[in-house]
C-alpha cells in the first residue's frame, strides 16, 4: 500500500499547502496594487482604458517608474513563487523531515514579504537582492533533495 502525501492529515503537506497559499495570495494581491498605482498616477498602458473624456490629455504610457516599480515586484513574485509551488509538490514527495521542511516553507514565505517591502519602500540594495536570495536558495534546497532521492 502506498503513502497518502497529498492529505491534510501528513503535517507537511498541511504547513506546504497553508505557505503556498499564502505566497499565492500574496502575488495575487499585486494585480490590483498594479491597478491601483496605475489610477493614481494615470497611466495607463492601453489607450481603451483611458476615459474617454482624458483621452485628449492623457496618453498612455508604459514607463511611469512607480507603476513599472510595482509591476516588476509581480513579475518577481510570478518568477519565484510559481517554481516555489511546483518544486513543493515535488518535495513532499520525498517524504522530508516535518521540522526541516516547514523551515524551508517559512523561509520562503517570509523572504517574499520581505523582498515587497524592500522593494516598494524601496530600500537600498542589495536588501531586495538579498530577500529574493534567501527564497531562491529555500526553494534550490527542495529542488536539490528531490533530484538526490529520484536518482
Known amino acids: 500500500?502506498?503513502?497518502?502525501?497529498?492529505?491534510?492529515?501528513?503535517?507537511?503537506f498541511r504547513n506546504f499547502s497553508f505557505y503556498a497559499v499564502a505566497s499565492i495570495l500574496k502575488m495575487m494581491i499585486m494585480s490590483p496594487l498594479t491597478v491601483r498605482q496605475r489610477f493614481q498616477k494615470n497611466a495607463f498602458a492601453n489607450p481603451?482604458?483611458?476615459?474617454?473624456q482624458n483621452r485628449k490629455t492623457i496618453q498612455a504610457t508604459t514607463s511611469d517608474s512607480d507603476v513599472e516599480r510595482v509591476r516588476r515586484n509581480h513579475l518577481n513574485d510570478v518568477?519565484?513563487?510559481?517554481?516555489?509551488?511546483l518544486i513543493g509538490f515535488g518535495y513532499i514527495a520525498c517524504n522530508?523531515?516535518?521540522?526541516?521542511?516547514?523551515?524551508h516553507f517559512r523561509i520562503?514565505?517570509?523572504?517574499?514579504?520581505?523582498?515587497?517591502?524592500a522593494y516598494q519602500i524601496p530600500l537600498r540594495q542589495p536588501s531586495r537582492a538579498i530577500t529574493c536570495m534567501i527564497g531562491g536558495i529555500a526553494t534550490i534546497s527542495m529542488a536539490i533533495q528531490i533530484l538526490l532521492q529520484v536518482y
Request: a negative charge.
Open 48 to 52: 481603451e482604458d483611458i476615459q474617454q
Open 79 to 85: 518568477e519565484n513563487i510559481i517554481p516555489f509551488v
Open 96 to 103: 522530508p523531515n516535518p521540522t526541516l521542511a516547514v523551515w
Open 108 to 117: 520562503f514565505f517570509v523572504s517574499r514579504l520581505l523582498h515587497t517591502f
Open 1 to 12: 500500500m502506498s503513502t497518502l502525501y497529498y492529505t491534510l492529515d501528513n503535517t507537511v
